[in-house]
């Protein structure tokens, strides 16, 4: 595990984007494990510039996305699948085909989950895979408590994470109570892991992710098992962390873990 301490968000978000950008550049199909939220906005914005003024080319990119809301259309302003639009998939290169974002609306939802596991080893898993954290150590939807060997699934939605989403939904009781979400298992096989976070509030998780025990109360802390995982903070949310991490000082996207 590689721990990045950025000064800001903005050069988080860069530094993230750059290694996106250089596994791209290395590897013009790379498999892309996409994450919504707050937090990656920054390092989608950084990446549409790359396309737009450096020709960063995702023709022969795919994405696969950690999670939707059950319930919700993918027309609908909350989905997922609208957020990556608006953020990202518009203004980039990538090729409608190759985008897959878990149905909130699908029929046989068990079916749907297992479809999607068999879409990502197809296309030779996921090489680099974003991901957040939430204030309760969450990774994608996988609530506290979530096994860490799962696989895509629905779960239920804690207190804790409808009330960090209200503020995108008009009441709190519009937040969906369930959401289909990768598996912890299944963000452990990706090749590299980058945990993206910022914020004072997100100061415990990212302290118990990185130097915690690994338990399942904490899903996030499973990336400490990891070959390849790099955590990339700013100076708010690393501000609990106990130990130096020689790797803050240096460019992170040239280094071997
Ligand atoms: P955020 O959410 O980026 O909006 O803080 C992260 C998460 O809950 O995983």
Not at 176 to 192: Q, R, W
């Amino acid at each position: 595990m590689l721990v990045i301490i950025k000064e800001n968000y903005d050069a988080m978000s860069n530094e993230a984007a750059q290694i996106v950008a250089d596994r791209l550049r290395r590897k013009p199909n790379l498999v892309l494990g996409l994450a919504t939220g707050t937090t990656p906005l920054g390092m989608y914005k950084v990446l549409i510039r790359l396309h737009k003024q450096e020709g960063l080319d995702f023709s022969k990119v795919t994405t696969f996305n950690l999670d939707e809301y059950v319930g919700l259309p993918p027309t609908h302003e909350q989905s997922y699948r609208y957020f990556m639009n608006v953020n990202l998939f518009n203004h980039i290169n990538i090729p409608e085909r190759n985008i897959y974002v878990l149905d909130g609306m699908a029929d046989d939802i068990d079916a749907h989950c297992d479809w999607f596991e068999q879409e990502i080893a197809k296309a030779g898993g996921v090489d680099v895979q974003i991901l957040g954290i939430g204030a309760n150590g969450h990774i994608a939807f996988n609530e506290p408590g979530s096994s860490l060997g799962s696989r895509t699934r629905v779960k239920t939605l804690t207190d804790t994470t409808r009330w960090d989403n209200a503020r995108f939904f008009e009441k709190k009781g519009e937040v969906p109570k369930y959401a289909l979400t990768m598996g912890v298992g299944s963000i452990m096989d990706a090749k590299e892991l980058l945990l993206l976070s910022s914020g004072k509030e997100k100061a415990d998780a990212i302290k118990a992710a990185a130097e915690g025990p690994i338990t399942a109360q904490v899903p996030a802390s499973v990336i400490q098992l990891h070959r390849k995982a790099y955590v990339i903070v700013d100076k708010e949310a690393a501000s609990k962390l106990s130990s130096s991490y020689p790797g803050t000082w240096r460019s992170s996207f040239t280094l071997e873990l």
